[in-house]
């Protein structure tokens, strides 16, 4: 394995220079700056040389552009001269209960933010040569044991629709000329957020284990290689339309709560029967929880992308022994 591959992203300091490209420096537009994976990507980006551009929906500051996806305001002349963008935005799945309102917030969140971002780039005199959007593995819906990739057919239920619905809101981008990328993610593991944030405490007193019968496969990615896939998006041509962003190896659910367990040297055999999870998350929890998918990364690694942690062992490892 290439050495640099497994260099930790929390800083710029940890950028080893020769894996700096400082050829093809761009103007980058990222909305969801602030998140999970926001958080990583923009200082990721801006230690390559790139300049970023944080869309804000609070109150304007240097270097960023405002806009109220709600509101469907953004002023086109902010986003004039950008390279690239990548959209990253979105309502919490696991917030709260998902009720009418709830659903409803989630799906505007990302089929209006979107629509409202493509159309937008469209029109500019200006076009930027991608753009890549954040979508999810929930397309595919709940497929058992079925291996799935970027060629699976869509899947039926609430995660599976918004997901269409999100993904064709790119549309207005795509037929501008614009490459559209729709990245889509599993279950992100890292220490600072996320699910991994929420499952820590538990597993660390010894309370954790299987969801369910534990049979249903997590489809995941490093944090790390979250971020260095969608670098690799931004400058690769060849990447267009749905790509997978998973580790090659997903799981079950027992088989992650046997290696965090072990990865946390504490016990890891308490489950939590599905009536509890269904009594207590409701529809969020049965769709997040107890259904599953087991996807394949191909198109990454059909072109040659390296992960850093192929193994959830490996990304467990780094994750929750990170200083």
């Known amino acids: 394995m290439d050495p640099t591959l497994g260099k930790s992203l929390r800083g710029d300091s940890s950028i080893p220079e020769e894996t700096r490209d400082t050829q093809h420096v761009q103007r980058i537009l990222v909305s969801g700056a602030s998140g999970l994976v926001g958080g990583r990507l923009v200082p990721f980006l801006r230690s390559q040389g790139h300049t970023v551009l944080p869309l ?32 990253l935005a979105g309502e919490s799945l696991a917030a709260r209960r998902w009720s009418m309102e709830q659903k409803a917030a989630i799906r505007a969140s990302r089929v209006d933010s979107t629509t409202l971002l493509a159309r937008t ?5 200006r076009k930027p040569r991608v753009l890549v959007c954040a979508s999810a593995i929930g397309v595919y819906g709940d497929r058992g044991e079925e291996v799935l990739d970027e060629q699976s057919s869509p899947g039926a239920g609430f995660l599976a629709s918004v997901c269409q619905a999100w993904e064709a809101a790119c549309d207005p981008a795509r037929q501008a000329g614009i490459r559209v990328v ?29 969801i369910g019968q534990g049979g249903q496969y997590l489809s995941w990615a490093a944090l790390d290689d979250v971020v260095r896939a969608v670098g690799q998006t931004l400058r690769d041509p060849r990447l267009e339309g749905p790509v ?41 929890g049965q769709s997040l929880l ?19 942690f192929s193994t959830v062992e490996e990304a467990l490892n780094r994750e929750c022994r990170a200083p």
């Open 56 to 87: 804000s929906r609070g109150n304007p500051h240097p270097g960023s552009v405002h806009w109220r996806p709600d509101q469907g305001v953004v002023n086109p002349e902010d986003l004039e001269g950008v390279d690239a963008a990548v959209h």
């Open 121 to 125: 780039l469209a029109g500019l005199r």
């Open 182 to 210: 729709h990245m889509r993610m599993g279950m992100v593991l890292a220490s600072e957020g996320g699910a991994l944030k929420k499952m820590l405490l538990p597993f660390q007193l010894g309370l954790g284990g299987p």
């Open 244 to 284: 997978n962003l998973t580790a090659p190896h997903p799981v079950t659910s027992r088989e992650f709560a046997q290696t965090l367990g072990r990865v946390l040297r504490r016990p890891a055999v308490l489950p939590l029967p599905a009536w509890v999870v269904k009594m207590v998350f409701g529809e969020m």
């Open 290 to 308: 107890l259904e599953g998918q087991r996807v394949l990364p191909k198109r990454l690694t059909d072109l040659g992308f390296r992960f850093s």
